[in-house]
Every structure is written in C-alpha cells, then in structure tokens.
C-alpha cells in the first residue's frame, strides 16, 4: 500500500512573524494618529504587544516602517483621488476637489506631520514628501483652466491655499474645524479665481 504524503501545514513560524509585523505596523499607526509624533521603539513595541527587538528585526531602519505605513494610507485614499469629478465645469470640480482634500488631509494630517518631522534626514521621506507635492500640483493642473495655469503667480497662490501645508496651519495653528478650514479654502480660491 502507498502512503500518500500529508498535506503540508503553513509554516507557523512565519505566520506569526507576518501577525508580528502587522501589529508593529497598526501600533505606529495607532500612536502616530492618537497624536505623538515620534514614538520610541519600547512604546511601538509595547503597543504591538511584541518585544522592542522584534520590532527592529522587522523595521532595522524607521523609513521601511514609514513605507508600509504609506502604503497603507495610499490605498485608503488613493480610490477618493482617483475619483472621477462630476461637476458641471471646472469651478464645481475645483469644489469637489476641495472637499475630496479636505477629507484625505484630515485622515492623513498626523502621520503627514510625523513624517515631515523627519524628512530632512531620510531620503525616502523626503522623495515621499516631493511625490506628494506633486500629486497635488498635477491635481490642480488637470482641473484648472489654461489661462489660470500660464498665470504662475495665480497658480502659485491657488496651489498654496489648495495644499497640505495650509490645511495644517488652519486646522492646527488656528484651531478651525474642518468645514470651517474648508469654507475659509474655498472662500479664498474663489476670491483668486473671481
């Protein structure tokens, strides 16, 4: 009589490192968006339930933890940014596109500021920081009209009341609320665009 071999079970051991990796990942997360911009290794690993050399035995380096996070967030907003606009022309759409930011910036403010903190000593952060730019730019570029865009100082001005960084500066430096910080955007694109 042949044995047949017995199916292989999955390897444990790698499980279990992949649930390790995933829980480091939700702790950075967790804390980074409860509002502490840079956690230690000893409160990450605390958070994960994992001990402190388990976390640098997945993440030698900060930036492969901030890519994953990244990662995370990218496919959390990028169906919002990829949304196809259904106004009517492009002042409705440029409304839209204010709303559509609005929402992604309040998700992504803490670990956005997180990562800023430091970005000056980390190439990925700081390719990360530019790729973001970027995306913002191209996202206003290809909803604006011709003559607003050859306009570099109109552009400029809209692009930077449009962007993350003036987000931040009226959510946290003025303490607005969202519809507020929203109402005090649009007031003010329109006002350029008028």
Not at 6 to 20: A, I, L, N, T, V
Request: charged share 30%; net charge neutral; aromatic share 6%.
């Amino acid at each position: 009589m042949i044995q047949t071999p017995s199916p292989r079970h999955p390897d444990g051991r790698k499980q279990r490192s992949e649930r390790s990796r995933q829980a480091i990942v939700d702790a950075m997360l967790e804390i980074i968006m409860g509002g502490k911009m840079e956690p230690s290794a000893a409160e990450i690993a605390e958070k994960a339930g994992v001990s402190a050399r388990t976390v640098f035995r997945h993440f030698e380096e900060m930036d492969s933890l901030y890519s994953e996070m990244t990662e995370r967030m990218e496919a959390e907003i990028m169906p919002i940014i990829q949304q196809p606009f259904t106004g009517e022309g492009w002042r409705a759409q440029l409304d839209q596109m204010i709303e559509r930011r609005a929402m992604i910036y309040e998700r992504v403010m803490p670990l956005k500021i997180a990562a800023s903190i430091r970005r000056f000593s980390s190439d990925y952060l700081m390719l990360n920081y530019e790729r973001f730019v970027h995306l913002e730019r191209t996202g206003l570029e290809s909803l604006l009209p011709s003559a607003i865009r050859k306009d570099s100082t109109l552009f400029s001005a809209i692009e930077m009341c449009a962007g993350f960084q003036t987000w931040r500066r009226l959510r946290q430096d003025q303490g607005l609320t969202t519809q507020q910080a929203a109402d005090v955007v649009r007031l003010t694109i329109s006002r350029l665009v008028d």
